[in-house]
């Protein structure tokens, strides 16, 4: 399984943003994908994620109401679109999978991980 995030980059304050997950590898079986961040000198934390059988989201609280995360089964893509950026919304973007219908909030139970992509929020 690989995953390539992509659709970072520079983002004003207040504005939106769309990161596009390619997953290759998911042949078959039940997964669930997710975006975590890492901001400069902090852990990296659950953003949201997306169940691929049921399309079952979950949120992170700091996110939740600004974001929306969806999959295309087909193109085995999945996007997240966030708005109203703040400053705390920039960092390192990493998308995740894993197998089961789940969608979990620790990184632990995750199986395979995307390179990143950065994302800053400018005034």
């Known amino acids: 399984v690989q995953l390539q995030a992509s659709g970072g980059g520079l983002v004003q304050f207040g504005g939106s943003l769309r990161l596009s997950c390619a997953a290759s590898g998911l042949t078959s079986g039940t997964y669930a994908t997710a975006w975590f961040r890492q901001a400069p000198g902090k852990e990296r934390e659950f953003v949201g994620g997306?169940?691929?059988?049921?399309?079952?989201?979950l949120f992170a609280d700091s996110v939740k109401g600004r974001v929306t995360i969806s999959r295309d089964n087909v193109k085995n893509t999945m996007l997240l679109e966030m708005n109203n950026l703040k400053w705390e919304d920039a960092g390192v973007y990493y998308c995740?999978?894993?197998?089961?219908?789940?969608?979990?909030?620790?990184?632990?139970?995750?199986?395979?991980w995307g390179q990143g992509t950065q994302v800053t929020v400018s005034s």
């Open positions: 995740a999978a894993s197998r089961g219908a789940k969608v979990y909030v620790m990184q632990r139970n995750y199986d395979y």
């Open positions: 997306i169940s691929w059988s049921t399309g079952t989201t």
